[in-house]
Every structure is written in structure tokens, then in C-alpha cells.
């Protein structure tokens, strides 16, 4: 790709995004088409387009492109699409600091440290992989251990195997997916070992991930030691009681040379707290209104480092809203102010944007808690709607149009997901709003 140099970047821009990934490439297009003459992408990795480019596997593009594409070819669109718009990217730099006059601070090898002038920026950071620290995980600390996220640059862009024998704990979907992957290089995965009683991974990559190549799934069930001096030689694995406490009388040893963890993502919020951003202690991003924009004026937030989602094609959607309404704001066309702001109810863990205005359209994302079948999602006392199933690992996705919003008087609305009696007739779903349904057995 070809990209600009960190000593040929102009001295202002109207929105700098920070961030090169999908978010990034498509808040920047976002900004142009709204008006912003100038628009700036920087990146700290060697090339644009983020995690896209070590996933190697098919399954994006599907609502965005109507397609079915790797990682690789739903980046390559959206570079080709950047380079068509003549806006500038810079790779190979880190942003040290935005201040609240979006003055932002660029460290390079190249150009050393500089500071432009943006006139709104653009947060699209994305999420990094938990570690073996936040979960504190007893036992020696031999080779072996890593991040799936780690496991899946070694296999598909570097060209090597983790190991012979993997343990993966937690089911999210990036330890599903190298689940497959590495029993296709001849890697025997021992098992994917989850604390919770049920998977954090979309139901489709545990059917095809796992279901489809015989690897178990053990629920209510965590790694409690880890055994091996210079290399992992087993770990010990054990059940949890509804405390999720291990019940250690029942614990087993599983044999194996290396352990993948895939144990959530974190929004990459350092800069965000650096310029003090409003964050929410639920999703560890930034809180944000219906135009994505953060509690710093002219400042948007979107994608993973707002909330963390289970398909691109969802990060693009928001990431275009964000771009629109920074390239609006620099030309001065500000949409009216939010007037309701959505509180998460009964077994609602967020939503996102957390303020909404009754003039427009929106969609709100959010995720529950616990799983049920039929189930009823309730905005309030203005909007009702039975849903088929509801899962913690796959989010739901709400149209709030003006007809709904304008029955409700006040300034706060709940959003509320119930169990319900009953089963729903085929008019009282929306197949386009419904998570896909699964039932997971336990391994």
C-alpha cells in the first residue's frame, strides 16, 4: 500500500483518525464524503488495515458487502477505497496526545515527534487480547504460554506452529477459530476449557470451529495450574461451582506443550484516558452520543475501542456514522442535541450510544447478561418485541426510529430483556434483528 511519510504530513487536517483498521479506513472515508477537505489516518503497524490481515478466514463482508471474504480481501476494498479519496495515511507512528484544542502529539522513527492541528479527531484504536495477568493464573511461567490472537500471527503470517498439543482456555471467537485452524495443520487441540456455563464465542464458530471437528467443549470449567519448567507440560484443569470457585476434588490434568488464551479483548483506551475521555466502567470504552462523539467536544469515538463486537461488518456500520458526523462537524452542520439517555435494565449489561435524540433513526447496540429463550426486549413502555434467543457472546442490534421515540416523555429510557411465556408468531420476529440461534451443548 502506498502511504505517506511521517515528514510529508501537513500541519493540519480536519479529522485525524488514530487507528488504521476497518474503523479507521472507514471513519476517514466517512469524514471526506461529509465535507472534511482534509483527512489524516495514522497507524502505529508497518501497514494499514489492523487484524484484518492475519485472518485468513472467510466469514466478513457479509452484511457490509452482501459477500463472503477473508480478512484480507475486506481490508484490501477499503485501502483501495482510501487511496481513491486521496486521503493521507501514515504508518509506522504512534499518537503520544490529543489536547482539548486537538493539537495531536506524532512520534515516528522517521520524523521523530510533531505535533498538528486537527479540527475533529477520530478514536478507532480498536481492542487488545487479555493476558495471563488479569486472570492470574497459578503455576511456573515456562514457554508455551500466549494470547490466540499471538498463536494466529505465528501460524498465518509468520509461518509457524505454536505446538504439537494445545489446551485453549475460554471460548471467544479468536480461540474457536485457531481451534480449526490448528487441528488443519495437524496440531491435536486437547479441548477449549470455559469458566462461564456458556460459550463467549458467535454459535456459528462453535458449530464449525468445534462441533465440526471434534473438538470438546468443557463449560463451568477452568485452567487452575499450570506445570512445566522451560515449556508447558500440562496444565490442570477443574469445574467451578456457581461462584465460579473451582471445585478442586474434581480437578484432572491435561497433557499438553502449549496453552492459547482467549479470554476477551479490552478496549485500547490509554489515549483516551490521556486526553480524559468519559468511559464506561461496563464496556471500558468511551461513553458516547448518537453521533459517536465523546465527552471532549470534536472528539468521535468508534469500533472496537468503544465497544467490543463480534463482526467487522458491525464495526464498519459504526465507524461510518462516526466519520460522518466528524466530517459534519468541522463543516458546521451539527445535528440537535441528544434528549434521552438509555439506561441498561433487566439483564442488559450496556448499550451503545448511550444517548440517543427523537428526531432521527438509530441503531443501538447491546448485550444481555445471562441467556434465555423467549425472550422480549423492551425499550420502556414505548416498544416491545419478542426475540427468539438471547446470548451474552452475540449482540443485539435495535432500530429506534422517531414514531417509537416520540410516544415516550422524559429524559431517561430503560432498556429492559425479559423472559417471556409463550412462543412468538412468525410476525412477531424480525429475522433481521435476531441473533442466530444455537443451542450449545456441554462437551
Request: glycine share 10%; with cysteine; charged share 25%.
Amino acid at each position: 500500500m502506498i502511504t505517506v511519510k511521517a515528514t510529508q504530513i501537513g500541519a493540519t487536517y480536519d479529522v485525524v483518525v488514530v487507528g488504521g483498521g476497518p474503523a479507521g479506513m472507514a471513519a476517514a472515508l466517512a469524514a471526506k464524503d461529509a465535507g472534511a477537505a482534509r483527512v489524516l489516518i495514522i497507524d502505529r503497524e508497518k501497514e494499514a488495515g489492523g487484524i484484518l490481515w492475519q485472518c485468513i478466514h472467510a466469514g466478513f463482508g457479509l452484511h457490509y458487502f452482501k459477500e463472503e471474504l477473508t480478512g484480507p480481501e475486506y481490508a484490501q476494498r477499503f485501502l483501495e477505497q482510501v487511496l481513491e479519496h486521496d486521503i493521507d495515511v501514515v504508518s509506522d507512528t504512534y499518537v503520544l496526545d490529543i489536547d482539548r484544542n486537538k493539537q495531536v502529539k506524532l512520534m515516528s522513527g522517521a520524523a521523530g515527534v510533531r505535533i498538528i492541528s486537527a479540527r475533529a479527531a477520530v478514536l478507532a484504536m480498536g481492542a487488545r487480547e487479555r493476558t495471563r495477568g488479569a486472570i492470574r493464573i497459578p503455576g511456573t511461567r515456562p514457554a508455551g504460554v500466549m494470547t490466540a490472537g499471538l498463536a494466529q500471527k505465528f501460524v498465518n503470517l509468520l509461518g509457524y506452529l505454536p505446538g504439537r498439543r494445545v489446551a485453549i482456555l475460554g471460548s471467544g471467537d479468536i480461540g474457536l477459530i485457531m481451534a480449526r485452524r490448528l487441528t488443519l495443520e495437524g496440531v491435536e487441540v486437547a479441548g477449549v476449557f470455559e469458566i462461564m456455563p456458556h460459550a463467549n464465542g458467535l454459535g456459528r464458530n462453535i458449530v464449525q470451529c468445534l462441533h465440526d471437528f471434534g473438538i470438546p467443549l468443557h463449560l463451568s470449567t477452568t485452567v487452575v495450574h499450570i506445570h512445566g519448567r522451560d515449556r508447558v507440560e500440562k496444565v490442570t484443569v477443574a469445574p467451578v461451582d456457581d461462584r465460579l470457585h473451582p471445585i478442586m476434588d474434581k480437578c484432572w490434568d491435561v497433557p499438553c506443550d502449549t496453552l492459547l488464551l482467549s479470554i476477551g479483548l479490552i478496549p485500547e483506551n490509554e489515549l483516551s484516558r490521556q486526553i480524559q475521555v468519559r468511559l464506561d466502567p461496563v464496556t471500558g470504552g468511551p461513553v458516547v452520543s448518537s453521533t459517536m462523539e465523546t465527552s471532549v467536544d470534536g472528539v468521535f469515538a468508534c469500533g472496537n475501542v468503544v465497544h467490543i463486537h463480534d463482526l467487522v461488518d458491525f464495526v464498519t456500520q459504526e465507524a461510518l456514522l462516526a466519520g460522518r458526523h466528524a466530517g459534519e462537524c468541522v463543516t458546521g452542520k451539527r445535528p440537535p442535541a441528544d434528549n434521552i439517555r438509555l439506561v441498561p435494565g433487566e439483564n442488559v449489561a450496556y448499550c451503545v450510544p448511550h444517548t440517543i435524540s427523537t428526531d432521527r433513526e438509530h441503531t443501538v447496540y447491546l448485550r444481555v447478561r445471562r441467556p434465555l429463550e423467549r425472550s422480549c426486549l423492551r425499550l420502556g413502555e414505548v416498544y416491545e418485541r419478542k426475540l427468539r434467543y438471547v446470548f451474552p457472546a452475540e449482540m443485539i442490534t435495535l432500530k429506534v426510529r422517531p414514531a417509537i421515540l416520540q410516544k415516550f416523555h422524559g429524559d431517561s429510557l430503560a432498556v429492559h430483556v425479559l423472559p417471556r411465556d409463550g412462543s412468538a408468531s412468525p410476525e412477531d420476529l424480525d429475522d433481521a434483528e435476531q441473533p442466530t440461534v444455537w443451542h450449545i451443548p456441554e462437551a
